[in-house]
């Protein structure tokens, strides 16, 4: 086993399943739970000084059914935790875990005793983040975390300092059992953390030969927001008699999550997008896709188009994606666009919309990705762009998942227009509303300045000037209106004019290039650049009508080192097609 095997946002086949042996005793429920959740009171006093010192007043239902079934069956029994994602599952395992780390530790070297498995490297990180607040007040509980793409020589020294409790993800932490810097053989309690995907991410092998190492009398918790068949076959092996604990059963739906469904042709998936996010303003928003090129490429391509977007994928080295997260949790990237194991642990607060710019395999994957909004009691949503051809799959999909969601067209200008007003008026409403008083000298010059021109000519031109040089929201071609004839091209109706330049696919040119291109000569930047189709010997792009006569001026006659990349109105016997690259 290699030390780089650990999941890096590579898009793996799902494992084969486990073969089980013969079914213990199915999970028993746990007692039912008020749906209100609890106060602190039932927390032991170390962790609830923990909870009070980041803000909690209450427990989410999971943490609360957690702590029910420790009172009635103690802090030996196999548990199955099951609840939805983003609501205090790692809280909830740390709950779990604290009976068994509160007895105090012998003056010898200290042994593992608290082993959890996660299947990515971010997951990882965040699980030992959460519990090193959480267990601040149990000294006798020292954490550590070791995962692929990290030095591993750091984590052979962190290891010699024996902690009670280890965070890992599987390559890695077989790597140091098998090298003898980690001996599992006082481990009492197991997690297995996101079991599902540890077996689509293919570690059935590693979760064969870490079980094999470990005592063979400990606690194990199986942690998933998911149980598929696979999962039950793996759980069927080495739990005994274990217990149910459902904070919000398997496959309801997240009551703090909207879901939407966007119909939207194939072509105009990127300008739905961009018109999403112009209708957020600049709220966070995650972005799933099925590989991590497709991620590279669509973060790039919203990059130029003035987005503060970043990709996130094993491609990158462990430092590398610590920044992105680090940039995505502290706003300087607003948009992360990720691969679905890639996104796994990303525990970030605020995210206001998943949007699934590409469908999700299953309903599986769905609960999972849009898990990552809508966490913790706050608001979000989770859309799909589902082109017409996908549309039977999406509902089922949706139907599986058990939620329920509206359908509508994607966007358009107007709606982004709309949206934009909407939030200026609201902004006037709230600066007005304010407590404090104008300064004297803002109102002396306020007063100079309606004494001589129409008040509302004065407000309507502030709000231009506060509105700035927005991004032009992209027409999308299922609502664009029937074009002019093209001896007489016009501005549409929405406000773009439509050009076209004697460059396609086969001499080189892709939308990014010809983005640049566009934007080079025409003197324009890319807010100002509509939907593009690259088709093989040329290729269609949109003008911003209000930059559109002085762009098509400057346009005109190519450049000395362009001379056949003629560029001309839609439709203009100008534009020919030239055949060899520029």
């Given at each position: 086993?290699?030390?780089?095997?650990?999941?890096?946002?590579?898009?793996?086949?799902?494992?084969?399943?486990?073969?089980?042996?013969?079914?213990?005793?199915?999970?028993?429920?746990?007692?039912?739970?008020?749906?209100?959740?609890?106060?602190?009171?039932?927390?032991?006093?170390?962790?609830?000084?923990?909870?009070?010192?980041?803000?909690?007043?209450?427990?989410?239902?999971?943490?609360?059914?957690?702590?029910?079934?420790?009172?009635?069956?103690?802090?030996?029994?196999?548990?199955?935790?099951?609840?939805?994602?983003?609501?205090?599952?790692?809280?909830?395992?740390?709950?779990?875990?604290?009976?068994?780390?509160?007895?105090?530790?012998?003056?010898?070297?200290?042994?593992?005793?608290?082993?959890?498995?996660?299947?990515?490297?971010?997951?990882?990180?965040?699980?030992?983040?959460?519990?090193?607040?959480?267990?601040?007040?149990?000294?006798?509980?020292?954490?550590?975390?070791?995962?692929?793409?990290?030095?591993?020589?750091?984590?052979?020294?962190?290891?010699?300092?024996?902690?009670?409790?280890?965070?890992?993800?599987?390559?890695?932490?077989?790597?140091?059992?098998?090298?003898?810097?980690?001996?599992?053989?006082?481990?009492?309690?197991?997690?297995?953390?996101?079991?599902d995907q540890m077996l689509d991410l293919g570690f059935r092998d590693d979760l064969d030969a870490i079980l094999a190492a470990l005592p063979a009398q400990r606690r194990t918790i199986l942690v998933s927001a998911t149980f598929p068949r696979e999962v039950e076959r793996l759980v069927e092996r080495f739990q005994r008699e274990p217990l149910l604990v459902t904070g919000t059963a398997p496959g309801a739906a997240n009551?703090?999550?909207?879901?939407?469904?966007?119909?939207?042709?194939?072509?105009?998936?990127?300008?739905?997008?961009?018109?999403?996010?112009?209708?957020?303003?600049?709220?966070?928003?995650?972005?799933?896709?099925?590989?991590?090129?497709?991620?590279?490429?669509?973060?790039?391509?919203?990059?130029?188009?003035?987005?503060?977007?970043?990709?996130?994928?094993?491609?990158?080295?462990?430092?590398?994606?610590?920044?992105?997260?680090?940039?995505?949790?502290?706003?300087?990237?607003?948009?992360?666009?990720?691969?679905?194991?890639?996104?796994?642990?990303?525990?970030?607060?605020?995210?206001?919309?998943?949007?699934?710019?590409?469908?999700?395999?299953?309903?599986?994957?769905?609960?999972?990705?849009?898990?990552?909004?809508?966490?913790?009691?706050?608001?979000?949503?989770?859309?799909?762009?589902?082109?017409?051809?996908?549309?039977?799959?999406?509902?089922?999909?949706?139907?599986?998942?058990?939620?329920?969601?509206?359908?509508?067209?994607?966007?358009?200008?107007?709606?982004?227009?709309?949206?934009?007003?909407?939030?200026?008026?609201?902004?006037?409403?709230?600066?007005?509303?304010?407590?404090?008083?104008?300064?004297?000298?803002?109102?002396?010059?306020?007063?100079?300045?309606?004494?001589?021109?129409?008040?509302?000519?004065?407000?309507?031109?502030?709000?231009?000037?506060?509105?700035?040089?927005?991004?032009?929201?992209?027409?999308?071609?299922?609502?664009?209106?029937?074009?002019?004839?093209?001896?007489?091209?016009?501005?549409?109706?929405?406000?773009?004019?439509?050009?076209?330049?004697?460059?396609?696919?086969?001499?080189?040119?892709?939308?990014?290039?010809?983005?640049?291109?566009?934007?080079?000569?025409?003197?324009?930047?890319?807010?100002?650049?509509?939907?593009?189709?690259?088709?093989?010997?040329?290729?269609?792009?949109?003008?911003?009508?209000?930059?559109?006569?002085?762009?098509?001026?400057?346009?005109?006659?190519?450049?000395?080192?362009?001379?056949?990349?003629?560029?001309?109105?839609?439709?203009?016997?100008?534009?020919?097609?030239?055949?060899?690259?520029?």
């Open positions: 086993m290699s030390f780089s095997n650990d999941a890096q946002g590579v898009d793996l086949p799902a494992s084969a399943a486990l073969e089980p042996a013969a079914p213990p005793p199915a999970p028993s429920p746990a007692s039912d739970l008020p749906g209100s959740g609890s106060d602190l009171e039932a927390v032991p006093q170390p962790l609830r000084d923990a909870l009070a010192r980041r803000g909690f007043a209450r427990l989410t239902e999971v943490q609360h059914a957690v702590l029910r079934a420790l009172a009635d069956e103690g802090a030996a029994r196999d548990l199955r935790l099951s609840s939805q994602t983003g609501s205090g599952k790692t809280v909830a395992i740390g709950l779990a875990l604290a009976p068994g780390l509160a007895a105090p530790v012998e003056p010898a070297r200290p042994r593992l005793a608290a082993l959890l498995v996660v299947p990515t490297r971010e997951l990882a990180e965040q699980v030992a983040r959460e519990l090193r607040w959480l267990f601040a007040g149990l000294p006798e509980a020292a954490i550590e975390c070791v995962t692929g793409g990290t030095s591993v020589g750091d984590e052979q020294r962190r290891l010699g300092r024996g902690p009670r409790v280890l965070v890992a993800t599987p390559g890695r932490l077989l790597d140091h059992v098998r090298s003898g810097a980690l001996d599992p053989s006082g481990v009492s309690q197991l997690v297995l953390d996101e079991a009551a703090d999550i909207e879901h939407r469904v966007y119909r939207v042709a194939p072509r105009d998936r990127y300008a739905a997008l961009v018109n999403l996010l112009l209708c957020a303003d600049g709220e966070r928003a995650l972005v799933f896709v099925r590989t991590r090129r497709d991620a590279a490429d669509l973060a790039e391509r919203l990059a130029k188009d003035g987005f503060a977007a970043a990709a996130i994928s094993g491609e990158l080295a462990q430092a590398q994606r610590t920044r992105t997260l680090h940039a995505f949790r502290g706003g300087v990237v607003r948009v992360l666009v990720a691969t679905d194991v890639a996104a796994r642990g990303i525990d970030v607060a605020g995210i206001g919309a998943v949007v699934h710019f590409d469908l999700p395999a299953d309903a599986g994957v769905y609960t999972h990705r849009s898990g990552r909004t809508g966490r913790a009691g706050r608001k979000g949503t989770s859309i799909v762009l589902a082109p017409p051809s996908a549309a039977h799959r999406a509902q089922r999909i949706l139907r599986a998942a058990s939620v329920h969601a509206t359908f509508a067209d994607a966007p358009g200008p107007a709606e982004v227009e709309a949206a934009r007003r909407q939030r200026l008026q609201e902004r006037l409403a709230a600066l007005l509303a304010a407590d404090a008083p104008a300064a004297r000298e803002d109102r002396a010059i306020a007063a100079a300045v309606l004494a001589e021109r129409d008040p509302v000519e004065v407000v309507a031109r502030l709000l231009a000037a506060a509105r700035g040089s927005e991004r032009a929201p992209m027409p999308l071609s299922a609502s664009a209106p029937a074009r002019t004839p093209p001896t007489a091209p016009a501005p549409r109706a929405d406000g773009w004019v439509r050009f076209e330049i004697a460059w396609g696919a086969r001499t080189g040119a892709t939308p990014q290039r010809l983005l640049a291109h566009v934007c080079r000569r025409g003197g324009i930047s890319g807010r100002h650049v509509g939907a593009i189709s690259v088709q093989p010997f040329t290729a269609t792009f949109e003008v911003d009508a209000a930059v559109a006569a002085p762009f098509a001026a400057r346009t005109r006659v190519p450049g000395p080192d362009e001379p056949g990349l003629r560029l001309a109105r839609a439709g203009s016997a100008r534009a020919t097609h030239r055949r060899r690259r520029p």
